[in-house]
T-cell receptor, first 116, second 109 residues
Framework: EPEVTQTPSHQVTQMGQEVILRCVPI?????FYWYRQILGQKVEFLVSFYNNEISEKSEIFDDQFSVERPDGSNFTLKIRSTKLEDSAMYFC??????????????FGNGTRLTVT | KNEVEQSPQNLTAQEGEFITINCSYS?????LHWLQQHPGGGIVSLFM?????KKHGRLIATINIQEKHSSLHITASHPRDSAVYICAVDTYSNYQLIWGAGTKLIIKP
């Protein structure tokens, strides 16, 4: 069964550094999402992406975050200048349809980001 | 008030027990999802439903649109069912799902 893949599985970075988290969604999926989960807390929505543009973003998704689909397969989340509070598990998800008719979400295994 | 409420927050049961986790929502929805998050962190979609009932193995999900309520049942529970179970809804006005806080389930052998 096709899977959403995320790399790396764990990334350690110093405060102020830029990080790029990578995701390869399932190939025929059109809607892509980034979520984060701070240890012990609820999963939080960051951003959704459709038709090569952001369709919705949360208050968390401020100017230090950006997303890109640089080619036909990858979907990246960039954090420009990491802060200690960015330490979390970041999940990528994709789905075939996301408006009108809906399909299940498929999640990657997550990237654990540790900012020191 | 949260738009998606789950109960209970925590549930501990013995192996073999019948488990029910509840989800109530206050918004109009187009679909409701039940997700499972394992202790290792991965999230898996269990069900997506907009009416009636779905069954997969020992898992059953039901939804009552009029009452804005859904339940997830686990029959013959097993320690490997220990996980956080999350209810989330699609609404017509958002691209993203609205998530419940999750129910942490522990099944003891």
């Amino acid at each position: 069964e096709p899977e959403v893949t995320q790399t790396p599985s764990h990334q350690v970075t110093q405060m102020g550094q830029e990080v790029i988290l990578r995701c390869v969604p399932i190939s025929n999926h059109l809607y892509f999402y980034w979520y984060r989960q701070i240890l012990g807390q609820k999963v939080e929505f960051l951003v959704s992406f459709y038709n090569n543009e952001i369709s919705e973003k949360s208050e968390i998704f401020d100017d230090q975050f950006s997303v890109e689909r640089p080619d036909g397969s990858n979907f990246t989340l960039k954090i420009r200048s990491t802060k200690l509070e960015d330490s979390a598990m970041y999940f990528c998800a994709s789905r075939e349809t996301g408006t009108g008719t809906y399909s299940p979400l498929h999640f990657g295994n997550g990237t654990r980001l540790t900012v020191t | 008030k949260n738009e998606v409420e789950q109960s209970p927050q925590n549930l501990t049961a013995q192996e073999g027990e019948f488990i029910t986790i509840n989800c109530s929502y206050s918004v109009g929805i187009s679909a409701l999802h039940w997700l499972q998050q394992h202790p290792g962190g991965g999230i898996v979609s269990l069900f997506m439903l907009s009416s009636g009932k779905k069954k997969h193995g020992r898992l059953i999900a039901t939804i009552n649109i009029q009452e804005k309520h859904s339940s997830l049942h686990i029959t013959a529970s097993h320690p490997r069912d220990s996980a956080v179970y999350i209810c989330a809804v699609d609404t017509y006005s958002n691209y993203q799902l609205i998530w419940g806080a999750g129910t942490k389930l522990i099944i003891k052998p």
